[in-house]
């Protein structure tokens, strides 16, 4: 049987333009045997961050978390950077933000309970558009819920947590080796798109350990924001040109400007100017919109003849993919879609999916939170060609759950 | 204490779309404002490498029309984000304005942290005893039995008395005047900038609009009178009989001392562990 | 070995499973296999239940959750009578005696040594059960080398313990040499 995976992230059709400030962490390099060894997915999590350029942690402990701070609180000051411990989460977000205006690449990590009450700084992080990285290892709640078991509740979270509307670029791996790439991929793009970018892991995963070979820093791709190159009094913080992505300039540089969570001109200074204040909101939805086929990536496995097509993210699409190989062992042409970048939603991806299958199956650990978006998309199609399966009780949805539902439905 | 001529504050200030500024007549923000360019104009720092702060409310509008580096934050956190950007950039100077319901309320939590850790930030806290910008509810220092919007029957709680909690966070400044005194506010500021450490100063401040008028304090000028009338320098306290210190407001720096600084620390941290070896 | 051969490691909290799930995963990375290590536990660090499940395969390994065990180990009574239904037929059984006194059904292939009590006696301490336990296994089943068994406790335990580990592996190895002798 042919395994046909790819990664697809379409080249853009309009090109923007790639910041120039590209660097090689030389140094790094060296410091790190490079072989296959066992790691850890939270431990990937912190390595990626360090290749990426992440300078600045701010955190506050949690299960199941924790291993990304302690990793990073030893590794961060042999590099120079800044390790925090917060008094909480909701200043562990202020404090990366912070840092981020100061001209740092920042990152923190929590789980659920913390991630609620990071929405408010990671809306202020949007607004103000301040690149930064939180990673939110997922577990099951509501509210403490089951910190050591696992759960896929917060995809809505991630994308609508923070009132208002605002852009949400959120990635989801689904092995060891992908929450360390993912990992630098969030932390470029948030200093390409100037936001947060989310990392959403699942419990199992951020506690799995797999063998995985990273690759040399010679071939990690760090994208760093781009800095202004005009006078201060031209500048503008929120400069309307060059596809939404716009020079960041930092504390200290001669600048001066000013930042805030009010509804704000291209300058930053608030307004309640009707039209300014949507240019603003446009600005940070366009800046999504126009730059989809950069931000969306999507794995395409066994699709080509696929009758039947799973629909999964994280941990759930590994069960999914032994459950496409254990249906095509039986010969029922099966396939999956599974998002890396679970928002923006890959919308073309999965109305072609819709168009191409006779069945598509959900599986998820919540209770309803990806179906919704396929739902969004069905339109005339009816609803009975949409199989789910939902489960929050800290057990994972098995390759055999996923077989025996897919066969009901056939 | 160098003498400041208005155009040096009139130099400092933003001046395109930013006024007219928002708070009411007879504020007292707008006195502590000045008070806070004279002190910086009067120091050999750069203007870059000035960094402020605040949270919500309406000294945290100060910022906006200021010419340095500005950061209007969300309600309670400036300090957070404060320790953020000290973090990344020590040599920055980093003046968080904030408001008593701001710092002591919704971000008790950040004050008390900064404190203990002894991060080298200046916090002006600007007290008037309100939210004046929701339009006069009670905050953690509305006194006793005075009136807010959300006090009808008059306030039950005891109020903050906010010097004693920075100091018992372990603030290394701590430091108390009214806007009233401009002079003593400038000099504290110059001080608690030029203090290596965490600095705490509470500027007792008048909202006629909103508490005057909800506590029958009178106009403007009445409530500048009281601050005069009504604090005592803390030099003097010894001196005078108990009765006469009584539920006044004592002013002056309540604690200047150093300790070891957060910044400073962490920087020995990185050399400690660069000694022990390289990354893995 | 092509396919996945699924091992879960159960017992309580605080007889290091944890730790001997990825010592043994590590040694099968040395193998050159590919592997992962799932674990699920409770909040606390010392009782209630534990388990680790490694999968060791030379193909991709899509679901890293144990199913259908290939090996089973047991060193509680609880795990034992909670796990024992997952064994796959001709599954091997490995389990402690000193806390497993009933089988809730006859496994083909069990082995029952008191590895805590084995531990107490020749270490004078429980707390190497784990890793003579694992040692154990490792020789019953063949599914790694003995040698990346042994480099791995090296790379894994803190270097103060790496002496009275490798000397429980040994003891592992022997037990397994001598079972039924």
């Known amino acids: 049987m042919a395994k046909t995976s790819k990664i697809t992230k379409p080249a853009p059709k309009a090109a923007p333009r790639e910041p120039k400030t590209e660097t090689k962490l030389e140094e790094l390099q060296t410091q790190r045997e490079r072989k296959t060894v066992l790691m850890q997915g939270n431990e990937a999590v912190a390595y990626g961050a360090l290749d990426a350029g992440c300078n600045f942690f701010a955190g506050y402990p949690i299960t199941p978390s924790t291993e990304i701070a302690e990793i990073l609180s030893a590794e961060l000051p042999k590099r120079g950077g800044v390790f925090v411990q917060m008094e909480d989460e909701i200043a562990s977000i202020c404090a990366i933000t912070g840092a981020s ?50 759960a896929q509740g917060e995809i809505q979270q991630s994308r609508w947590g923070s009132h208002g509307d605002s852009p949400a670029i959120v990635l989801y791996p689904d ?11 969030a932390i470029n793009l948030a200093e390409k798109y100037r936001s947060c ?60 400007f000013h930042v805030t969570g009010l509804t704000h001109d291209q300058l930053g200074f608030p307004t309640n100017k009707a039209s300014e204040a949507a240019d603003m909101m446009d600005r940070l939805r366009k800046k999504i919109t126009y730059n989809i086929r950069d931000l969306v990536q999507i794995e395409s496995y066994d699709m080509e003849d696929a009758k039947i097509a799973i629909f999964a993210a994280g941990i759930t699409a590994r069960a999914a993919k032994a459950a496409v190989a254990m249906a095509r062992h039986e010969g029922i042409k099966v396939g999956l879609l599974r998002p890396l970048t679970i928002w923006p939603f890959p919308d073309d991806a999965v109305r072609k999916m819709l168009r191409d ?21 069905v339109k005339d199609r009816s609803d009975s060609k949409l199989i789910k399966i939902q489960r929050v009780n800290g057990k994972l949805i098995s390759p055999v759950d996923i077989l025996r539902k897919l066969k009901e439905a056939i | 204490m160098a003498n400041i001529p208005q155009k040096v504050i009139h130099d400092f200030l933003r001046h395109d779309k930013k006024f007219p500024h928002v708070w009411c007549a007879g504020c007292s923000n707008g006195i502590i404002l000045g008070s806070i360019i004279r002190a910086l104009a009067g120091m050999d720092i750069k203007r870059d490498d000035i960094v402020m702060v605040s949270g919500i409310g309406c000294s945290s509008r100060m910022p906006v029309y200021v010419d340095f580096n500005t950061l209007h934050t969300t309600h309670g956190r400036a300090i957070a984000y404060a320790t953020g950007i000290k973090l990344h950039k020590p040599h920055l100077k980093v003046i968080v304005i904030t408001g008593d319901g701001d710092c002591t309320a919704i971000g008790g939590n950040h004050l008390i942290h900064a404190a203990r850790r002894n991060i080298d930030l200046t916090v002006i806290l600007v007290n008037n005893n309100i939210y004046g910008m929701t339009g006069g509810q009670c905050s953690p220092t ?85 601050m005069r009338d009504n604090s005592v320098p ?42 022990l070896g390289g990354g893995k | 070995m092509k396919k996945n051969y699924e091992i879960r490691l159960s017992g309580s909290g605080g007889q290091g499973l944890i730790l001997a799930g990825i010592i043994l995963a590590r040694a099968a990375v040395l193998d050159k296999h590919r592997v992962t290590q799932t674990q699920s536990y409770g909040p606390e660090s010392r009782g209630g239940s534990s388990r680790t499940d490694v999968i060791i395969s030379d193909q991709d390994i899509y679901f890293p959750e144990a199913v259908n065990f290939n090996c089973l180990l047991a060193l509680t009574q609880e795990a034992c009578d909670k796990y024992l239904f997952d064994l796959r037929e001709k599954g091997i059984l490995i389990i402690d005696t000193t806390y497993v006194k009933n089988l809730a059904l006859a496994a083909e292939n069990t082995y029952e040594l008191p590895f805590t009590e084995i531990a107490i006696a020749k270490l004078g301490s429980p707390i190497t059960t784990n890793i003579m336990s694992l040692a154990f296994l490792t020789k019953v089943t063949g599914i790694v080398k003995e040698d990346s068994l042994q480099q791995s406790i090296a790379e894994t335990v803190k270097p103060a313990f790496v002496d009275i580990n490798l000397k429980a592996m040994q003891i592992g190895f022997d037990l397994a040499d001598n079972y039924g002798k």
């Not at chain 2, 006469?244 to 020995?268: C, W």
């Open chain 1, 175 to 185: 092995s060891v080796k992908e929450c360390y790439e993912l990992t630098i991929r």
């Open chain 1, 197 to 256: 970018v989310i990392l959403l892991l699942d419990e199992v995963l951020g506690h799995m350990r797999e063998a995985v070979c990273l690759p040399d820093m010679a071939n990690v791709r760090v994208i760093s924001r781009i800095k202004p190159t005009v006078p201060p009094h031209w500048y503008k913080h929120y400069d309307e040109n060059q596809k939404y992505l716009s020079p960041l300039a930092s504390f200290g540089e001669g600048y001066r």
């Open chain 1, 101 to 150: 205006l100061a001209g740092a690449k920042s990152l923190t990590a929590t789980s659920g309970p913390g991630f609620s009450l990071m929405q408010e700084g990671i809306g202020y992080a949007k607004i103000t558009e301040t690149p930064c990285v939180v990673v939110n290892v997922q577990r099951v709640g509501p509210s403490t819920g089951m910190p050591t078991s696992c």
């Open chain 2, 234 to 275: 803390l030099s003097a306290v010894e001196k005078l009989p108990p009765e006469k210190v009584e539920g006044k407001i004592i002013r002056g720096v309540l604690r200047k001392e150093i300790h070891p600084e957060f910044t400073a620390q962490y920087a020995d941290l990185v050399k400690r562990a660069q000694a």
């Open chain 2, 142 to 226: 509305t006194p006793h039995e005075a009136f807010a919007t959300t006090a009808p029957y008059g306030n039950i709680e005891p109020d903050f008395n906010v010097c004693n909690l920075a100091l018992g966070a372990g603030a290394s400044y701590v430091a108390r005047t009214t806007a009233y005194h401009t002079p003593e506010t400038q000099n504290m500021v110059k001080e608690a900038i030029e203090h290596p450490g965490f600095a705490l100063i509470e500027i007792v401040a008048a909202c006629p609009v909103i508490y005057g008028r909800l506590n029958k304090k009178g106009g403007a000028p009445d409530m500048m009178k009281e």
């Open chain 1, 357 to 377: 299958v006779d069945i598509v199956v959900v599986p998820e650990l919540n209770q309803g939170q990806l179906v919704r978006e396929i739902q969004r998309l």
